[in-house]
């Protein structure tokens, strides 16, 4: 099977060493040349453009920021749908809106290509372990097919249903993971304020109900003041905007999230669009001015 990457940034470069360590037959394509040639010297081809890459290929894996790029890369003039070989399959594992993933699917299908949506949950650290967790829509059999290839990038690998289905999965993932960032930001200074050290509640609390995950990962990074983005907030806002217009089409109230995407516009405007989500905390320090700590 040769497959091809589209997208080498925080996610896509390290999913595309552990193809590389899984023995996959690799190409590559990113407009950045520097992660292009950390995968060509780690095993790697790369392609001058993503019709070259799709022509080569029977898997084409894109992992783009937006609906937008993913569009632009699969459906427009000099993309992948011009090269790419019936019989071959397209898997999206981007974060996008679930109407373009059937917008894209649709049209793959009139040249006799396939489709997954296969976005992910883990950040960049679980890229880089190969511990990923995919949500995957698509045709069953298809799903089966490429199972295995998932596999080599991730821990769990879910078939949530039709095309579509695995971005509706990811966006109720979203509305968990920013509603639970921005509740242990509460919480920690909420405890600070009374007089118990952030760090101390986190420890006492993580391995009753309240610990999660969520906590374990992005608690540390606030009270370490280390915000290095594993995943931006300007991500996480386009993820949130995906999330209320799906729930506006469907009819579906989004108190919290409504709440915590304000919470992010604020941080947004503030500059800190490019920090983890963990900087969710700042906004608690705005109202309160006073930073979280150990």
């Known amino acids: 099977m040769k497959v091809g990457l589209i997208g080498l940034g925080i996610m896509g470069k390290p999913m595309g060493a552990n193809l590389l360590k899984k023995g996959y037959d690799l190409t590559v394509f990113d407009r950045n040349l520097t992660p292009v040639q950390e995968l060509v010297a780690a095993g790697a081809k790369s392609a001058a453009d993503v019709r070259e890459l799709a022509a080569s290929c029977d898997v084409v894996l894109t992992m783009l920021p937006n609906s937008p790029h993913v569009k632009n890369v699969v459906l427009e003039a000099g993309g992948v749908i011009e090269t790419i070989r019936e019989g071959s399959v397209v898997i999206d594992m981007s974060s996008i809106n679930p109407m373009a993933s059937r917008e894209i699917a649709a049209e793959l299908e009139k040249h006799g290509v396939k489709m997954l949506d296969a976005p992910v949950s883990g950040g960049e650290p679980k890229a880089v372990?190969?511990?990923?967790?995919?949500?995957?829509?698509?045709?069953?059999?298809?799903?089966?097919?490429?199972k295995e290839l998932l596999s080599s990038m991730g821990a769990s690998v879910v078939r949530c249903g039709e095309i579509g289905a695995g971005n509706v999965t990811k966006l109720c993932n979203q509305v968990v993971v920013a509603v639970n960032i921005a509740v242990v930001g509460e919480a920690l200074m909420l405890g600070q304020k009374a007089g118990?050290?952030?760090?101390?509640?986190?420890?006492?609390?993580?391995?009753?109900?309240?610990?999660?995950?969520?906590?374990?990962?992005?608690?540390?990074?606030?009270?370490?003041?280390?915000?290095?983005?594993?995943?931006?907030?300007?991500?996480?806002?386009?993820?949130?905007?995906?999330?209320?217009?799906?729930?506006?089409s469907v009819d579906a109230p989004m108190l919290l999230t409504n709440q915590v995407m304000e919470m992010m516009k604020v941080l947004h405007h503030d500059g800190e669009g490019q920090s983890d989500h963990s900087a969710l905390v700042k906004f608690y320090e705005k109202l309160t001015d006073e930073q979280i700590g150990r």
């Open 129 to 146: 372990d190969g511990t990923l967790s995919f949500m995957v829509g698509g045709p069953e059999d298809v799903f089966e097919a490429h």
């Open 196 to 248: 118990v050290s952030p760090d101390a509640i986190y420890r006492a609390i993580r391995g009753g109900l309240a610990g999660s995950t969520v906590m374990d990962a992005k608690a540390p990074m606030m009270m370490d003041r280390n915000f290095n983005p594993g995943f931006r907030i300007d991500l996480h806002i386009k993820d949130l905007n995906n999330v209320l217009d799906t729930a506006k």
